[in-house]
């Protein structure tokens, strides 16, 4: 069995967090250059013991699906096991091992593959209880937020495209495109400024303050819509014992109980 | 008819949206240099397509202004549609492609017209409902957040002058008036921080500090606004079934059902 | 009769702010260099005017603080009006242009007279009814607020002797004292980052990528604090209607039926 | 006895706050190259007479721990107080002081001893009855804020690694390991942008353009969360008149009327 509340399945959640993050910090190391041998036997050591316990844990899951979903026959089950998200994303952190073994890949894609195993990193949030309530408020918040971020996002575009032609003459080779302007326009908004573009002539400066400004604005426009959405679950969570988690919970329970 | 709540309303609303996003990013396309002879084509053949549709919802729109104003007479409901905001975008964002056809135009006017283009960005707004929630929290909060940012832009002129009297010595080219000074207080109080005016003086770096933290301050209080904004409207959303939406849906079903 | 709610103390109003924001423009026009004879011409008559009406302002509110202060004797009242927060603003906006009239003055001094002049800004709060608001949560945040700021404050220099000690030796010129750090800190934890100085050493990165994600946090608390502040604000103007205007109002209609 | 609600124990909690100050200033002071003599005679005057008050203050508070814990005998009071948090930090105050005179220390360990003095900073927080709030409401986010800070490093290291594969063709010195693209990535979330790195490509631009959006999301979640936090504390001190305190306050009256 996969997930009990008991105290084998904590010490389960807690290795593969562990593994999970050692793979990570192991693909950020595998980019420096120059590494010495011991470095690279460890990291490739990693590497297998990782894909054997994540592909234990794929073919864990897939077995005990029917107990997942207790309604539906042991093959149904799986299939549905076999399209839910996490299942994907457990594929594919364990599938790039594989690949190169079974069709031969030149260098180039064997990269590509590399990049994909960062996809693990995906799979500690089923080991986080505590990001349900983030992401419950996201979710509820999600129409307001896409429509406000797209407002964002032309006005960005009117700011680049004014400022494309008011800085162009100025310093052509730097506003040379409207799209070079578009990323001067993102560091504004964002309020990042890096310092590589910024206006120089009277009128682009203007233009640029007045988008700074704006950015401050849009800036606390989602702050204020997450804002909100924090405080409703506060509301409802004083309200009602929290039915999500109870939910989850009980699922847990009758699992366990099978 | 013209907007009902069918099928065919929501295909055109879609198509609309596509429409206007593929102009806007052509009009950014359109300040690349040295384009292929391909581009360019694509580009004027984009132009007309557009130009002729929205000629025709133009035309569409007035002709059915009177099922708009169910009340008023075909003539007064086709006036009061010219006169509403939508309808200036609207004819905004055709003209500047009839003009030149009809009174010659130097190049000059002709690039101006050819920003014009970028208005028809606004006709967006017509067709994402889920803007209607941040539109009505940012007018309620208008008042306070006018008055807010104007002791935020009183703050800049005070700061740009300090910071010139104590900097101008220092760095004569950079801080030459309170006008270089004001562009810097700017990019410090919206946090922007382009790093190409910055003070180098112990008063200047002291007074450049202070102005930084008011700045962190000043930027909570827009975003403060906003959020009690959006919990008073979670709110009453949560008291009444959201009247704005409701009566926004009956005009346009008795419009459909005209 | 000073600040009647009829139409004349309106139009007094909207004269004495768009007055005393013409005279914050000419402030920033001053300190550019090589006017034209007839921009430095404009710029004293502009003073000259802006300190006769200001004068008059002065005198008038002093003849009839005797209104303002209904109970007390005349004498009483104006002694209380001249030692007031508003009277005091007032008086330092008009004394610069007095004193070299009666005791010379040095160049030096001169230029800090102008500077004060600036002060007039302070006067437009006055004038300003929506900023009671934004007012009032501030002050009933402000015990709050302090304590974070300080926070903020402390962990600022913390950080800066820790970077001081980690970056001296690597870059002695940037990092010449806990002082130059102390600037680093401050550019980072309000996330301005001009770019003149910052870590160069592993440790010195880690260290300032803590900082740079404690400042994202320590900004969100006074956000928090004034959000909290303006959501208390509008749930009791739910319930009463605005005493603290109402107030206001009944005071003015008293001075006015005197 | 220590901390009574009478004057002599506000003038104490003033006194002790002020000295505090002064060492973190003469910490910072220290750091200045060639100090005149007068300025490190007054730092070492500064450093005798606070290590005096302050481990004066440590043994009284030790000989009166059997106050602030009546329940217990004086030597397990004593005992509970050595091993409170804020008696540890009191220790560490003056331990660097008498250290080299019992054991013999080299500079280097001089130095970091030096550095432990600023752990002083945090005696103020026995004295601030203002932060007690906020840290009550950081203290019930932490989940949450911990949950998403979590989601934010681990968003920081997938975006390095994509930017390090992408920019390091085209500028290998500046991107040269997935570290160095980490320094960029933190930079660009967190808004603060140095501007010492920064991607050139347009691949590269387009993914930070996508992580500085992103960045200003993940920036509102935390904010969203504290600001919930505060709410719900003011409705909190709405109902009942606010138990902390109270709480607090009773301790202390005890203590007094012993």
Chains 1, 2, 3, 4 share one sequence.
Not at 10 to 30: A, D, E, P, T
Not at 49 to 68: G, K, N, P, Q
Request: hydrophobic share 50%; charged share 15%.
């Amino acid at each position: 069995m996969d997930h009990p509340e008991t105290r084998a399945g904590q010490i389960f959640s807690v290795v593969m967090s562990v593994l999970i993050i050692i793979n990570v910090i192991f693909v950020l190391i595998g980019t420096l250059q120059n590494q010495p041998q011991a470095l690279s036997v460890t990291s490739s050591v990693v590497e297998i013991v990782s894909v054997v316990a994540f592909t234990i844990e794929y073919l864990l899951r897939f077995w005990t699906a029917d107990l997942r979903y207790p309604g539906s026959r042991p093959s149904v089950a799986r299939l549905r096991y076999v399209r839910s998200g996490m299942a994907i994303i457990d594929l594919l952190s364990i599938l790039p091992f594989y690949l190169p073994a079974v069709i031969p890949v030149d260098l180039r894609v064997l990269r590509i593959l590399r990049l994909i195993r960062l996809i693990r990193v995906f799979k500690l949030g089923r080991y986080s209880a505590g990001l349900a309530t983030v992401g419950r408020v996201l979710k509820r918040s999600a129409p307001m937020l896409v429509s406000s971020m797209s407002v964002v996002a032309l006005l960005m575009i009117v700011a680049s495209v004014l400022e494309y032609y008011v800085e162009n003459p100025a310093q052509p080779e730097k506003f040379d495109s409207a799209f070079a302007a578009l990323w001067w326009a993102v560091s504004a908004i964002t309020t990042v400024g890096y310092g590589d573009v910024f206006p120089v002539t009277v009128l682009g400066k203007l233009c640029g303050s007045v988008i700074a400004l704006l950015g401050v604005g849009l800036v606390a426009i989602p702050t204020g819509i997450i804002s909100a959405g924090f405080v409703e679950e506060a509301n409802r969570g004083a309200e009602a014992p929290q039915p999500a988690i109870h939910e989850v919970a009980s699922t847990e329970r009758s699992a366990a109980s099978t």
